[in-house]
């Protein structure tokens, strides 16, 4: 046999094989594909919302199959998006993401249960990969506001209201956090633009008449009572409101209008009943008019020993002076100075989340919030990125506390002095 010939032979048994062996992969993928149909069909009913049908597919599927990464993966999406965001989070945290969609699933998934920090590096990666995606940015923005990243949240509002169709929500954002920098004369500039974009305030994630009474109450803080009466007219046109109401009567008597203001806090009280604000209000209205009974009617309901503020406890001191009641008078005044010595701790603390947010003591104090809404994962995460050297016995409590998830330390002994 020729050489020629030989060779010749060669190739055509071996187009032979690679044809048996293309024959045997394609066999082999026909049946993996067919085994898999489950899971695509829940892949496609979870992008159609039908979070729960997919979870059952999934589910049904790993019990004749063992339990992939890709399975896993989407069972961890589906839960998230039907709201068991704890599930998947710890499927997330044991299978890992392969890609952009399962990362956001994972990021937004901590955001709903309030872990700011674990899912801030996960939207920075998002970020990284698309600085075009609307919905990451505002969540990152968000995030970082959350987490007393003030600077780099108004960085990221910035970007995100580069996008005319979602310009509205930005420029809510961006006001927002200029309200948490205490720069309310920006915050009102903010928002003025978002009636460019949403006229009727119809798409900013929170109601209308919600909006609209926040921006007044901005303006009525700052004395621009004409344009927050429009804003609150334009509220209760809308949906009436207990604080729409309130709002409305301190514009009325900003301007000198105590009997327009007295009816809008009385309107308030009908809508709320335990309205603090309303019914302080009336009750100095009472107080200035000697009407002690009505005064005192006026505030027992809001007397709550867990609830007080100093201006509470203040009037129920100059009731009891009125009426000559030296002994409620003595102990309304101790448990007034009392409170405000405590408002002028939060006060100082407040100050300081605004002004230095990346300090040692704002990341302290920051933990120390997490922990007291029973976030001590949070608490946790923030503690352990500052240092531990000669702390004060303040932190060093705090730590063991988060640790144990026991009892905080009275956050009154916050030692102030250092901030």
Known sequence: MSRKHKRSLIFRRLAIVGVLAAGVIAVFAGILWMQDAPIRDAQQRLADGDSETAIRLIRSWEKTHSPTGRSQALLARSLAESGDFHRAITIFEAVGVANAEEIHSWARAYLSVHQWSSALPLLKDLRSRDHEDADVLHELAACQAKLGMLEEALETGNEFKSHDKYAHRAWLLIGVIHTQRGNKTAAIEAWRQIEKYDPEYRDLQLPPEEFLTQFASLQIELGQTEEAVKLLTKALSIHETAEAQFQAGLAADLNGDQATAKQRWQRALELDGVHRNARESLTRLAIAAGDTDAAL?????????????????????????????????????????????????????NRLLTEDPNSYWAQVVRSYQFADRGDFQQAQQLLERIRVENEDSFVTDLRKAVATRGRLPDKYQIPIKHF
Do not use: F, H
Not at 322 to 341: F, G, P, V, Y
Not at 344 to 349: E, G, L
């Open 297 to 349: 009617a006026l505030l027992l309901p809001i007397v709550g020993q867990d609830s007080n503020r100093s201006s509470t406890t203040y009037l129920m001191q100059r009731v009891a002076q009125l009426q000559s009641d030296s002994e409620q008078a003595t102990i309304w005044q101790k448990r007034t100075e009392l409170l405000r010595k405590r408002e002028a701790i939060d006060s100082t603390v």
